[in-house]
């Protein structure tokens, strides 16, 4: 069954056609791994599936809900939806427990106890129970991004949106970062859908990689025949250039 | 000048009292209303976003000698009788939360976005967003700019001298004129003023520090 079902999305931000033509289905539990040159489309493509975007024409079905229909309740569809960041987001004025436990108390009115000791288990899995009384600005930006992550997964999400995670981040805390979302993805009833420019950290993760250029979705392949034999010419060219790195 | 004072000391301090009270009356009210039209002006609506914009352009740009005799002299007539201190009071509170609203405004507004972003991703409503991140964020960096709009609307209170609200300064122009002593009469009023905005310079500094 399918977590995210775009069809014929259309997205315009003015006269500029941002989205065209967008039909997608990604099934439970699939990884999948969103490549493409800047300005594609891909980010705006993520944003929408919890709405930080809205579309203009088409359909767009998240766990069953229609988030182009009006009436639905978009806060209901986001309760399942995580998203980590680029620019990581950690809330500012509250320290690191907080972060992970302020919405679960205030959207799942989850008692303090038990949010308590699912934070610190989660920030425990990502490293960083230790620094869970220091605030954003105290910790480097791979740890944020950790603590990022860790505030997603206390709402217990069916399904987790990554838009470029690791692109502002020194090289040296990138490995920290993909290893944590590899570890996501690989919990078999989680779908995830990942922005990023990390090559190798997609073939290791996807199960299938999507090209994306001008808006539209050039190439959709599993993951061995994306890397090995694309049929697209602007993906060809997009990946030699990639691969020389 | 220590005579004069001594002489005119019930007419300075009842002066000091109802500038002291109007000033804490449209602090308050000047805050609340304030920060609500400059959430007004942050809403994702448009049509309230324009109310908020409204409200902030013509209060902040007509003279708040203005706003008051409109109190004064116009309500009363058409609405409801109110005297000189309430009219004054209220001229004060809408003029002065005008600019607080523009100061909150511009505090909202430079917390980064991605904030509101990451709240509404997991579900918080717009609301909650605002009071547990948005909110405590843009008022520890207003804090500076609303100590000097409250000094200013210290200073400001003195309009109530021209609608009989028998503050400070319509004290002082009373005493000037029974003494002739404009000078010591205006230095002392002068005087007066200070020992209330002075304290709230040196409290928003010391607010500033701490929160920092």
Not at chain 2, 42 to 55: E, Q
Request: glycine share 6%; charged share 20%; with cysteine.
């Amino acid at each position: 069954m399918s977590m995210i079902e775009f069809r014929d999305v259309q997205k315009y931000y003015g006269n500029f056609h941002a989205l065209k033509d967008i039909n997608l289905k990604i099934d439970k539990g699939e990884t999948v791994v969103l490549v493409g040159p800047s300005g594609s489309g891909k980010s705006t493509l993520a944003r929408t599936v919890n709405g930080l975007e809205t579309i203009q024409e088409g359909q767009l079905i998240v766990n069953g809900r229609d988030i182009s229909d009006k009436k639905t309740d978009i806060n209901r569809i986001r309760k399942d939806v995580g998203m980590v960041f680029q620019h990581f987001n950690l809330y500012a004025n509250k320290d690191v427990l907080e972060n992970v436990m302020l919405a679960p108390r205030t959207v799942l009115k989850l008692s303090e106890e038990e949010n308590k000791k699912t934070a610190m288990a989660l920030l425990d899995q990502v490293g960083l129970a230790d620094k869970a009384h220091n605030m954003p600005s105290q910790i480097s930006g791979g740890q944020k991004q950790r603590v990022a992550i860790a505030r997603s997964l206390a709402m217990k999400p069916r399904c987790m949106l990554f838009d470029e995670p690791t692109s502002a981040l020194d090289p040296e805390m990138i490995d920290d970062v993909l290893g944590v979302i590899k570890y996501v993805t690989s919990q078999s009833d989680m779908t995830s859908l990942i922005v990023t420019h990390e090559m190798g950290f997609a073939q290791e993760v996807a199960n299938r990689v999507i090209f994306m250029d001008n808006g539209q979705i050039l190439e959709d392949d599993p993951t061995d025949i994306f890397f090995k034999q694309p049929t697209n010419d602007r993906a060809k060219q997009f990946l030699s250039k990639i691969i020389q790195h | 000048m220590i005579n004069l004072l001594t002489h005119n000391w019930n007419s300075f301090i009842t002066g000091f009292g109802w500038t002291v009270l109007s000033s804490v009356l449209a602090l308050f009210f000047s805050l609340i209303i304030g920060s609500l039209v400059a959430i007004l002006e942050v809403l994702p609506n448009k049509f309230f976003r324009i109310i908020g914009k409204i409200y902030v352009e013509i209060f902040r740009n007509i003279p708040l000698l203005v706003i008051t005799m409109f109190f004064y002299l116009v309500i009363p007539l058409y609405v409801v009788k109110i005297n000189g201190f309430t009219a004054g009071t209220i001229g004060l509170t809408i003029y002065t939360s005008a600019f607080i609203a523009e100061t909150v405004r511009a505090g909202i507004n430079s917390v980064d976005i991605g904030q509101m972003e990451a709240a509404r991703s997991q579900g918080m409503t717009f609301w909650q967003a605002m009071r547990y991140i948005v909110l405590p964020q843009a008022f520890k960096l207003v804090i500076p700019p609303l100590g000097n709009q409250f000094v200013n609307l210290v200073k400001n209170s003195s309009v109530l001298a021209f609608v009989a609200g028998f503050d400070l300064m319509y004290q002082g122009n009373a005493i000037a004129s029974q003494t002739f002593d404009t000078v010591n009469t205006y230095l002392i009023v002068g005087l007066f003023y200070l020992i209330i905005t002075l304290p709230i310079s040196y409290y928003m500094q010391y607010l500033e520090r701490k929160l920092a």
